[in-house]
T-cell receptor, first 115, second 114 residues
């Protein structure tokens, strides 16, 4: 069964460093998302991406964050200068054009630890 | 604004017990409602959904009914198993436009013992 894959599964970085989290969405999906979950808190929406541009973003997604689809398969989240409060599990998700909105397919997540 | 409130966990049950996890929502318009489940070490998976009032979503013995009058979407299962141990998230999609973000509750951890 096709699945969303994310790398790395866990990354430890120093505060102020740049981090890139990678995702390979399901191949025929056209909508892509990033969510994050700080330990013990709710899953929070960061950004959605369609047709090579951001379609929606939350207030969390400030200038420190960017997303890119550098080729036909990868979807990346870049955090330019990490802060302690960026420590969280980051989930990538995708969905096809057709199908119920809200029915997303999630990856297993990338745990980011900022020291 | 749009929001989802779930009962606080953890919920600890014995095998074959009845499960209810409460979820209420606030939304404008006519949202779709979802339950997602996260098993240990895995990503979130869609468990069930309901797209309009009075719809009942069901899957793997779990059920939830979209109640517009009480703005609720409570998750139930008649007889839980150890394998149901997971974190359960209630979520809403504020409208039916593709690409619109899902809004999640905090999640409720269920632990089932044999």
């Amino acid at each position: 069964e096709p699945e969303v894959t994310q790398t790395p599964s866990h990354q430890v970085t120093q505060m102020g460093q740049e981090v890139i989290l990678r995702c390979v969405p399901i191949s025929n999906h056209l909508y892509f998302y990033w969510y994050r979950q700080i330990l013990g808190q709710k899953v929070e929406f960061l950004v959605s991406f369609y047709n090579n541009e951001i379609s929606e973003k939350s207030e969390i997604f400030d200038d420190q964050f960017s997303v890119e689809r550098p080729d036909g398969s990868n979807f990346t989240l870049k955090i330019r200068s990490t802060k302690l409060e960026d420590s969280a599990m980051y989930f990538c998700a995708s969905r096809p054009t057709m199908g119920p909105p809200g029915e997303l397919f999630f990856g297993e997540g990338s745990r980011l630890t900022v020291l | 604004g749009n929001s989802v409130t779930q009962m606080e966990g953890p919920v600890t049950l014995s095998e074959e017990a009845f499960l209810t996890i409460n979820c209420t929502y606030t939304a404008t318009g006519y949202p779709s409602l979802f339950w997602y489940v996260q098993y240990p070490g895995e990503g979130l998976q869609l468990l069930l959904k309901a797209t309009k009032a009075d719809d009942k979503g069901s899957n793997k013995g779990f059920e939830a009914t979209y109640r517009k009058e009480t703005t609720s979407f409570h998750l139930e299962k008649g007889s839980v198993q150890v394998s149901d141990s997971a974190v359960y998230f209630c979520a809403l999609s504020p409208n039916n436009q593709a690409g619109t973000a899902l809004i999640f509750g905090k999640g409720t951890t269920l632990s089932v013992s044999s």
